[in-house]
Nanobody, 124 residues
Framework: QVQLVESGGGLVQAGGSLRLSCTAS????????MAWFRQPPGKKRAFAAG????????FYTESVEGRFTISRDNAKDTMYLQMNSLKPEDSAIYFC?????????????????WGQGTQVTVSS
């Protein structure tokens, strides 16, 4: 059974940093795209960042570009999201997702595997 487990969320002041982790079990995703989506309170879940399969190309939504860094350690079956210069508008539940494709797509339907989410709250 495939499982994705996120960790690293929490409460941080504006300007601070957090690092989220997503560890996969049940299969390896080293050759497939993975992504972070986020869902702010009262809003729909949306793409935040993604990393492609073997090449490891990275993609970001505009609002996090330059502040967030997505990476992966295939030996550990773990993906990370380093979040710096956090803003209150970054507050959301952050979900890890994995694809059966090498290519990053910014849409939920391309990701059949999801974690349970981890809460990130940024205070002003």
């Amino acid at each position: 059974q495939v499982q994705l487990v996120e960790s690293g969320g929490g409460l941080v002041q504006a300007g601070g940093s957090l690092r989220l982790s997503c560890t996969a079990s049940g299969r390896t995703f080293s050759n497939y795209a993975m992504a972070w989506f986020r869902q702010p309170p009262g809003k729909k879940r949306a793409f935040a960042a993604g990393i492609s399969g073997p090449g490891g190309s990275t993609f970001y939504t505009e609002s996090v570009e330059g502040r967030f860094t997505i990476s992966r350690d295939n030996a550990k079956d773990t993906m990370y999201l380093q979040m710096n210069s956090l803003k209150p508008e970054d507050s959301a539940i952050y979900f890890c997702a994995a694809s059966n494709s090498e290519v990053v797509a910014p849409v939920e339907s391309e990701y059949p595997y999801w974690g349970q989410g981890t809460q990130v709250t940024v205070s002003s």
